[in-house]
């Protein structure tokens, strides 16, 4: 699909210490014809029943997020609609906290966040470091209206999402070498696991490398 050419991604989830197989935390990403999708969500508690959460939630998300994806007319990513089909879904849960959010070709993010998740923007300089305000409350039980947020990605930046199993104290410099340091979009993200994630927690991360439209009009250009 053509909006690979925009970006890359990859994503990582592990089981706390103990708890293998199961893991509360989880992530799933998709290519949509309005552009890259991203949900990270984490489970409250850890087991079977987290891992049953967070299942439930990546199972109502591909069916809404490809039922939008038809072919013929292809509708946008309703994530307001998203999050209130999975506070419907976890009705009567232990709850789940999340971040989802939409990469367009143009750099822009729409995103929303509830609750103990983390959702960064990296510069590719790492002078400055973008960080989301959640939302407070738990979806499937107390979960507040769910607000869009937007940013603005330029080529060669980075959005990252992490679950409290990986700490949200990180210093930039940190991250910095995690990042700059892979060889590619899966290294980076299981180099944030081995480095980062504990064990005491489940733990989870999407990394997403924006690169624009650069490749293809430096393509277009040459044939001119
Ligand atoms: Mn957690």
Same mark, same amino acid.
């Given at each position: 699909?053509?909006?690979?050419?925009?970006?890359?991604?990859?994503?990582?989830?592990?089981?706390?210490?103990?708890?293998?197989?199961?893991?509360?935390?989880?992530?799933?990403?998709?290519?949509?014809?309005?552009?890259?999708?991203?949900?990270?969500?984490?489970?409250?508690?850890?087991?079977?029943?987290?891992?049953?959460?967070?299942?439930?939630?990546?199972? =109502? &998300?591909?069916?809404?997020?490809?039922?939008? $994806? +038809?072919?013929?007319?292809?509708?946008? *990513?309703?994530? @307001?609609? /998203?999050?209130?089909?999975?506070?419907?879904?976890?009705?009567?849960?232990?709850?789940? =906290? &999340?971040?989802?959010?939409?990469?367009?070709? $143009? +750099?822009?993010?729409?995103?929303?966040? *509830?609750?103990? @998740?983390? /959702?960064?923007?990296?510069?590719?300089?790492?002078?400055?470091?973008?960080?989301?305000?959640?939302?407070?409350?738990?979806?499937?039980?107390?979960?507040?209206?769910?607000?869009?947020?937007?940013?603005?990605?330029?080529?060669?930046?980075?959005?990252?999402?992490?679950?409290?199993?990986?700490?949200?104290?990180?210093?930039?410099?940190?991250?910095?070498?995690?990042?700059?340091?892979?060889?590619?979009?899966?290294?980076?993200?299981?180099?944030?696991?081995?480095?980062?994630?504990?064990?005491?927690?489940?733990?989870?991360?999407?990394?997403?490398?924006?690169?624009?439209?650069?490749?293809?009009?430096?393509?277009?250009?040459?044939?001119?």
């Amino acid at each position: 699909m053509q909006a690979e050419n925009f970006a890359q991604v990859a994503s990582q989830h592990q089981p706390m210490l103990g708890h293998a197989p199961h893991c509360g935390d989880g992530v799933w990403t998709c290519w949509h014809a309005q552009g890259l999708f991203g949900l990270l969500c984490d489970g409250a508690g850890h087991g079977p029943e987290a891992e049953q959460i967070q299942q439930q939630a990546i199972d =109502v &998300a591909r069916r809404m997020i490809e039922t939008s $994806d +038809g072919s013929e007319a292809a509708s946008e *990513i309703d994530l @307001v609609a /998203l999050f209130h089909a999975l506070h419907q879904q976890l009705k009567g849960s232990r709850g789940m =906290v &999340a971040v989802a959010f939409v990469l367009h070709a $143009d +750099g822009g993010v729409d995103f929303i966040h *509830i609750g103990d @998740v983390s /959702l960064y923007c990296f510069q590719d300089t790492f002078a400055q470091l973008g960080r989301s305000n959640e939302q407070q409350g738990i979806i499937g039980y107390h979960m507040p209206t769910p607000r869009v947020q937007h940013w603005q990605c330029e080529p060669g930046q980075w959005l990252l999402s992490h679950s409290d199993g990986i700490h949200r104290s990180t210093a930039p410099e940190a991250w910095q070498r995690l990042l700059q340091h892979g060889r590619s979009m899966s290294t980076v993200s299981l180099n944030i696991m081995r480095e980062l994630a504990d064990g005491r927690d489940d733990a989870s991360c999407i990394v997403v490398r924006y690169w624009g439209k650069r490749q293809m009009v430096s393509l277009r250009e040459s044939k001119i």
